[in-house]
């Protein structure tokens, strides 16, 4: 008798785990079924999946593996606690992080999402306290006739213009291989405008942003690598079109976009501007003499942001090591009240360059655009030698 009711208990075990098997596997197809017949917005998509992921703690994701492989726990950091699953689970169906105020407060506070975004890539110094500051001033303002003044160039200044590519350098030829325009071409620096001290007034429609890249092509064709600089007034159009001064890289889409069509020697291309931001985080000295600070920035709401990224990095370590504390480092942006792209989109190779601050003379900005062409020079001739091996 015992064991026969031994036998039953066990065969009703059996049933009840293939009962379970098998109304396991239905409702999977069902959920399949439910998935896969939704209508797309609907869906879970692999983004969004990415988004809800994105900002977790990565030892979340080490602490899972190592729970299926154990030569994963050793390389669990000390100093963090094993993360509690109604912690993750918290934050992905709220996306509020419990020990940081910051993403509550980021929702609620005008302004202060500015403090929850990421610094991929920090340089020397750089927190969130002096992450670059785009303005957004009244195009009037933008426009308006001011006096600005120039300082008589020192010979030093002057050097990169009397140089030239015959000194045994490699060279591109007639080839322009990289385009650098200004979508803010008009952004100034105060201690280039008299009696101006309001960083959302600082433009000029000659002394500005585009000096600088003038001087950054005059570098690279010193170091033989063709440059143009494309000198459209970004602001004229947004006056002409009726458009604000947030549509201006909407307006610098259509120039970008004519110059990768009409010269298919292009093979990086750069947005200069100046930061807004006060103060002496734009300003390095570096052998006894000053120089601009440089932020890269990457707009991060574009499928293939990681692509440009890749160049960012590769850019801002070759910096660090022959300047070291030039760059500012590597700044994603996205989220409400950014652009998010710059034009980033229309080539793996385009970077946005914030060179400096409203604080900064021209001539510590040519220094930083010579160095810059120094390094980007290394770079390019070092892929170029690359390609030729391979």
């Known amino acids: 008798m015992i064991s026969n009711s031994k036998g039953k208990k066990q065969i009703n075990q059996v049933y009840k785990r293939s009962g379970i098997y098998i109304i396991s596997i239905l409702s999977l197809f069902v959920l399949i079924g439910i998935l896969t017949t939704a209508k797309p917005a609907y869906r879970i998509s692999s983004q969004m999946i990415t988004e809800w992921t994105s900002d977790m703690d990565s030892s979340i994701f080490l602490y899972l593996l190592g729970l299926e492989n154990?030569?994963?726990?050793?390389?669990?950091?000390?100093?963090?606690?094993?993360?509690?699953?109604?912690?993750?689970?918290?934050?992905?169906?709220?996306?509020?992080?419990?020990?940081?105020?910051?993403?509550?407060?980021?929702?609620?506070?005008?302004?202060?999402?500015?403090?929850?975004?990421?610094?991929?890539?920090?340089?020397?110094?750089?927190?969130?306290?002096?992450?670059?500051?785009?303005?957004?001033?009244?195009?009037?303002?933008?426009?308006?006739?001011?006096?600005?003044?120039?300082?008589?160039?020192?010979?030093?200044?002057?050097?990169?213009?009397?140089?030239?590519?015959?000194?045994?350098?490699?060279?591109?030829?007639?080839?322009?291989?990289?385009?650098?325009?200004n979508s803010h071409n008009r952004e100034s620096f105060l201690p280039h405008l008299p009696g101006v001290t309001d960083p959302d007034l600082a433009h000029h429609k000659e002394v500005n942003i585009t000096k600088v890249s003038d001087r950054l092509a005059?570098?690279?064709?010193?170091?033989?690598?063709?440059?143009?600089?494309?000198?459209?007034d970004i602001m004229s159009i947004l006056n002409d079109k009726g458009w604000g001064y947030g549509q201006s890289y909407k307006a610098s889409r259509d120039v970008v976009k004519e110059a990768f069509a009409t010269n298919k020697d292009i093979k990086f291309a750069f947005d200069l501007h100046r930061d807004s931001i006060q103060g002496e985080a734009t300003t390095k000295k570096?052998?006894?003499?000053?120089?601009?600070?440089?932020?890269?920035?990457?707009?991060?709401e574009h499928k293939d942001y990681e692509k440009n990224l890749a160049l960012a990095t590769k850019l801002h370590y070759k910096l660090e090591d022959k300047y070291p504390g030039l760059s500012r480092g590597v700044y994603p942006k996205k989220g409400p009240g950014v652009n998010g792209i710059y034009n980033q989109d229309l080539s793996e190779n385009l970077l946005v360059l914030e060179m400096g601050g409203v604080d900064n003379h021209l001539e510590e900005l040519y220094r930083s655009a010579d160095a810059l062409a120094e390094v980007f020079s290394e770079f390019y001739w070092d892929a170029e030698k690359v390609n030729s091996d391979s």
């Open 70 to 181: 154990r030569a994963f726990q050793q390389a669990y950091p000390e100093d963090k606690t094993i993360p509690k699953p109604t912690t993750a689970l918290f934050h992905i169906a709220t996306n509020i992080k419990p020990d940081d105020p910051r993403s509550l407060l980021g929702k609620e506070l005008p302004g202060f999402s500015l403090f929850d975004s990421r610094v991929l890539i920090a340089g020397e110094g750089t927190n969130y306290t002096n992450l670059p500051i785009e303005s957004s001033p009244p195009l009037e303002e933008v426009l308006k006739e001011r006096e600005a003044v120039l300082d008589e160039e020192s010979e030093e200044a002057k050097e990169k213009d009397d140089k030239t590519k015959n000194d045994g350098k490699p060279t591109t030829g007639d080839k322009e291989v990289v385009y650098i325009y």
């Open 286 to 300: 570096i052998d006894g003499k000053n120089y601009a600070r440089i932020m890269i920035v990457i707009g991060a």
């Open 218 to 232: 005059a570098s690279l064709e010193a170091e033989g690598i063709g440059a143009t600089v494309d000198n459209t």
